[in-house]
Antibody, heavy 119, light 107 residues
Framework: EVQLVESGGGLGQPGGSLRLSCAASGFTLSSYSMNWVRQAPGKGLEWVSYISSSSTTIYYVDSVKGRFTISRDNAKNSLYLQMNSLRDEDTAVYYC????????????WGQGTLVTVSS | EIVLTQSPDFQSVTPKEKVTITCRASQSIGSSLHWYQQKPHQSPKLLIEYASQSISGVPSRFSGSGSGRDFTLTINSLEAEDAAAYYCHQSSHLPWTFGQGTKVEIK
């Protein structure tokens, strides 16, 4: 069974940093690209970042470029999102999601971790 | 950026009724349009891929159609468990984007 478990969310200060982790199991992480997608409270979904299986291709939505860094450690079956220079508008539930092979969209999602940016 | 506009934003429906949700893209995206269901306090679940291709394990009452700019998700004979928000999502052009969502409520 595919499982994705996010952690690392919590309260972050404006201008501060948080690092999210996603533990993958039930499939071979090294064979899949991964996405981070977020959802502000009561709002819709927003794609944040993509990383290919071998980390050679990385994309970000413009609003996080230069502030967030996606990375992965296939040996540890883990995906990460380093979030720096946090802003109020980064407050959201962050989901890690597996990318369906051959596509760019996600077929399995974790349960999410809540990031709240507030002073 | 490709904007996806869903209609309606909200629908209150009686069980066994048919539900139709539309998604219009601001420019052509071919068939690179996917539908997700998100129940309250849950993560999204993939329902339909590439506009009309069914997903294993998803009930057959869910179907999709369309190409280019206009797409439709149909739920035939709505069941109580279908109460959820539904999102369309395009993977044709970066940044990949989602529609604003359609909330389906059971009367």
């Amino acid at each position: 069974e595919v499982q994705l478990v996010e952690s690392g969310g919590g309260l972050g200060q404006p201008g501060g940093s948080l690092r999210l982790s996603c533990a993958a199991s039930g499939f071979t992480l090294s064979s899949y690209s991964m996405n981070w997608v977020r959802q502000a409270p009561g709002k819709g979904l927003e794609w944040v970042s993509y990383i290919s299986s071998s980390s050679t291709t990385i994309y970000y939505v413009d609003s996080v470029k230069g502030r967030f860094t996606i990375s992965r450690d296939n040996a540890k079956n883990s995906l990460y999102l380093q979030m720096n220079s946090l802003r109020d508008e980064d407050t959201a539930v962050y989901y890690c999601a597996r990318v369906k092979n051959g596509g760019w969209y996600s077929d399995y999602w974790g349960q999410g971790t809540l990031v709240t940016v507030s002073s | 950026e490709i904007v996806l506009t869903q209609s309606p934003d909200f629908q209150s429906v009686t069980p066994k009724e048919k539900v139709t949700i539309t998604c219009r893209a601001s420019q052509s995206i071919g068939s690179s349009l996917h539908w997700y269901q998100q129940k309250p306090h849950q993560s999204p679940k993939l329902l339909i891929e590439y506009a009309s291709q069914s997903i294993s394990g998803v009930p057959s009452r869910f179907s999709g159609s369309g190409s280019g700019r206009d797409f439709t998700l149909t739920i035939n004979s709505l069941e109580a468990e279908d109460a959820a928000a539904y999102y369309c999502h395009q993977s044709s052009h970066l940044p990949w984007t989602f529609g604003q969502g359609t909330k389906v409520e059971i009367k």
